[in-house]
C-alpha cells in the first residue's frame, strides 16, 4: 500500500499507476481505499490514465494496459526516473549552444526539461511548449513564455489550435526538438497532435536541434514528425558511431554530451 498520501494530481496518478501494475486488476473502491482518496477523484484520474493509454477500464475496477501487450507512454514523472544523468549532460551541452539574448523554443518533454534547467537564470528568452518546461526556466534574468493550448494531463505538454497560431506568428533563433523515436531516417512522437506542434515549431526557427537520449534510437513512435536531414544537429549521451549508415547519412551534425 501507497506511504504518504499524494499532495499533487500527478503524485496521486503515478501511485495509482503502481497499484495497478502491482495487483494487475483493482476495483474503483478498493483503490480508493488504497490511496485514501474520494471515488469521484479515482474516476477522474481513470479517465486521465486512460486517455494516456496507461490502463484500461473494466467493469467495476481496471486493469494496467501491459496486461494486453500493449507498450504505453509513461507519464512525466515516471519518465522523470529515467536516464536523469544523460539527459543533464545533454541539457548542458544544448544550452552551450545559445548566446544570450537569443529566443529559444523549448520542446516538451524531459530532456527538453534538462535543457531549461541548464538555461535558468540565463539572459535569454525561453518559448515554452511545456508547462513543466516553463516552470524549470523561469528564473532571475530568463524571461519565459508560453505558446498556450490544450495540456496534455500527466505530460503538460501544450497541443492545440491556439498553440499552432501562436506558434505561427512567432520567431525564434533555436528550437530543442524532443522525440519518442529515432528510426530508419526519421523522427517519431506518441500523438499526432505532438507530431503537428513540432513540425509548426520547426517552421518558425533559424535552427533545430534534437535532444534525444540513446534510448530512444531504434524505437519507433506512431506519429512521424521530421527527417532527420530537417535538422541542424543532433545531440546525445553515447557514442552513436554504430548507427546504420542510411541514418547517419541523414544527420548533419551529430554530438555526444
Known amino acids: 500500500m501507497p506511504g504518504s498520501r499524494p499532495r499533487f494530481p500527478h503524485e496521486r496518478q503515478q501511485q495509482m499507476i503502481e497499484v495497478i ?16 482518496i474520494s471515488l469521484p477523484t479515482v474516476r477522474r484520474d481513470l479517465t486521465i490514465l486512460e486517455k494516456a493509454g496507461i490502463v484500461s477500464r473494466t467493469h467495476g475496477g481496471v486493469v494496467a494496459k501491459e496486461a494486453t501487450g500493449v507498450a504505453p507512454e509513461p507519464l512525466l514523472l ?30 516538451a518533454g524531459t530532456t527538453a526539461l534538462a535543457v531549461a534547467q541548464a538555461l535558468a ?32 494531463n500527466g505530460y503538460y505538454s501544450l497541443t492545440g489550435t491556439w498553440a499552432r497560431q501562436t506558434l505561427a506568428s512567432l520567431r525564434a533563433d533555436i528550437y ?6 529515432v528510426a530508419g531516417t526519421s523522427l517519431s512522437a506518441t500523438t499526432f497532435d505532438d507530431a503537428e506542434i513540432k513540425r509548426v515549431a520547426m517552421e518558425c526557427c533559424e535552427r533545430t536541434i534534437a535532444v534525444v537520449d540513446h534510448t530512444k534510437f531504434a524505437a519507433r513512435s506512431v506519429a512521424e514528425v521530421c527527417d532527420l536531414g530537417s535538422l541542424d544537429e ?7 558511431g554504430i548507427l546504420p549508415p542510411a541514418m547517419m547519412e541523414r544527420i548533419a551534425r551529430l554530438t555526444r554530451a
Open 234 to 240: 543532433l545531440i546525445s549521451d553515447r557514442d552513436l
Open 176 to 181: 530543442f526538438l524532443g522525440a519518442d523515436g
Open 21 to 36: 501494475r502491482e495487483r494487475r486488476h483493482v476495483g474503483t473502491a478498493e483503490l480508493a481505499g488504497l490511496l485514501d
Open 121 to 152: 537564470g540565463r539572459r535569454v528568452t525561453v518559448v515554452a511548449l511545456d508547462l513543466k518546461v516553463a516552470e524549470a526556466a523561469a528564473v532571475g534574468r530568463t524571461d519565459v513564455l508560453v505558446v498556450g493550448g490544450q495540456v496534455r
Open 78 to 107: 515516471e519518465k522523470l526516473r529515467h536516464n536523469q544523468g544523460a539527459k543533464r549532460r545533454i541539457g548542458a551541452e544544448a544550452a552551450s549552444r545559445v548566446n544570450d539574448g537569443q529566443i529559444v523554443l523549448l520542446d
